[in-house]
């Protein structure tokens, strides 16, 4: 399973849906992991934020032990086919989503998202949404 930023962040703004599905995977002991880009859109939030420090802590406490998939040379391959057979379908989503997407597919892990419906235009992306 791989949590999708906005998963972290309904973790962190301590919503109920995300909190349900998150004890459940750990109850059934599935590893979460997160991508290089989701460590990138968690920081861009904080250095964002009106308190850098208070919310640094609050992010590294909850991602600071998951497993980190990158962006790699395949992911490249898969997410360049993937950004361009939706531009060409005139259904674009947003480039941070298309890289997570590729990562997932790459390595065959399930995207856990609330941004359904971005994430639904991708396909063979295996996706839960909450």
């Not at 005139?90 to 997570?100: E, M, Q, R, S």
Request: net charge positive; aromatic share 10%; charged share 30%.
């Amino acid at each position: 399973m791989i949590a999708d930023t906005s998963f972290i962040i309904d973790i962190l703004r301590e919503d109920e849906f995300a909190w349900e599905l998150l004890n459940k995977f750990f109850s059934d002991k599935k590893t979460i992991y997160i991508t290089s880009l989701t460590i990138f859109e968690l920081w861009f939030g904080i250095y964002l934020s009106g308190n850098p420090t208070k919310e640094e802590k609050k992010v590294l406490k909850i991602v600071n032990d998951l497993p980190i998939l990158n962006f790699d040379r395949e992911a490249g391959k898969i997410s360049g086919k993937i950004n361009a057979d939706l531009i060409n379908k005139g259904k674009p989503i947003k480039t941070a989503d298309v890289l997570i997407a590729s990562i997932a597919i790459n390595n065959n892990k399930t995207l856990i998202t609330r941004d359904v419906k971005h994430f639904s235009k991708i396909k063979n992306l295996k996706v839960i949404s909450y």
